[in-house]
């Protein structure tokens, strides 16, 4: 069984700077983000694979957002800059039992508990 438990959201204004943590207890692979606001579906925000070699972003956290994990800590980090008021979301990190990039909520097996990220204009 692996928990997941996700810190660092907030309050901040548009064109500032977050960095979310996911620290997994349990052995993990691939780790994933995920968002949802309210009324909308949950979606893919970006994945790293087991090694961290490869990483995945969606259209919308391209070139603003990083993906990333430090093994040694069982951790994952998203560092979002440039946040947008279009990024307010429940943020939700995930642990897939796969080795490769998942994309899908359905490929994950566990989830965190969630992480309110809110930007302002």
């Known amino acids: 069984q692996v928990q997941l438990v996700e810190s660092g959201g907030g309050l901040v204004q548009a064109g500032g700077s977050l960095r979310l943590s996911c620290v997994a207890s349990?052995?993990?692979?691939?780790m994933g983000w995920f968002r949802q606001a309210p009324g909308k579906e949950r979606e893919f925000v970006s994945t790293?694979?087991?090694?961290?070699?490869?990483?995945y972003y969606a259209d919308s956290a391209k070139g603003r957002f990083t993906i990333s994990r430090d093994k040694g800590k069982s951790t994952v980090y998203l560092q979002m800059n440039s946040l947008k008021p279009e990024d307010t979301a429940t943020y939700y990190c995930?642990?897939?039992?796969?080795?490769?990039?998942?994309?899908?909520?359905?490929?994950?097996?566990?989830w965190g508990q969630g992480t309110q990220v809110t930007v302002s204009s």
């Open positions: 349990g052995r993990t692979f691939t």
């Open positions: 995930a642990a897939s039992t796969r080795i490769m990039a998942a994309f899908s909520p359905s490929e994950y097996a566990y």
């Open positions: 790293i694979n087991w090694s961290g070699g490869s990483t």
